[in-house]
């Protein structure tokens, strides 16, 4: 019985998952490269936690930029702890780029980032994906050479501005 519904199976099941991770970019090369970043001016919300919850953070800092017409550039995530090392747990500053002379919205602090040295790696994914798929490239890059990232790091996720396409994403690394 299970062999005549195997097709039914792969139609029904397999097909729509491989249909929305290709759709997600899960099937999207990742670019590493040695380049320069920055600079950055932002307004952050600080966070500590589970990585899984840091979205909410997100949303919060975009909300303050909202209620005060700030308009909010790309999205920034400084990550300063390494969650590998503290069980899932991070530290971070979680927010958006402003402008050079954007205000700063009530509730949340600036933070600069000046030009730097880094290792980019850079791919086009939706933004659940998007950060398992670089810092794995990242780390497959470093490791021949004898390094391992190192924290922090800061990732940039630019969207594309259409709901049916998907954005870039940037890690980087200080070299």
Known sequence: MLK????????????????????????NAVSVTEAEA??????YLDYE?????????QRAALNKFTAAKVAAGDT??????????????????LGYILAEDAPIPEGLKEGRI??????????????????SKA??????TLEPRGKTIVMPTVEVYRPAGQASR???FTLEMNR
């Open 4 to 27: 005549k519904q195997w097709p039914a199976f792969v139609l029904a099941f397999v097909l729509p998952l491989l249909a929305v991770f290709w759709w997600w970019g899960g099937f």
């Open 38 to 43: 920055g600079p950055y001016r932002y307004a």
């Open 49 to 57: 936690g589970p990585i899984s919850d840091m979205r909410k953070s």
């Open 76 to 93: 920034i995530s400084v990550i300063l702890d390494d969650p590998r090392a503290a069980k899932g747990k991070v530290r971070a500053q």
């Open 114 to 131: 000046e030009r730097r040295p880094v290792y980019a790696a850079q791919v086009q994914a939706a933004v659940l994906l998007a950060p």
């Open 135 to 140: 810092y794995q490239s990242l780390s497959d």
């Open 166 to 168: 998907i954005g870039t």
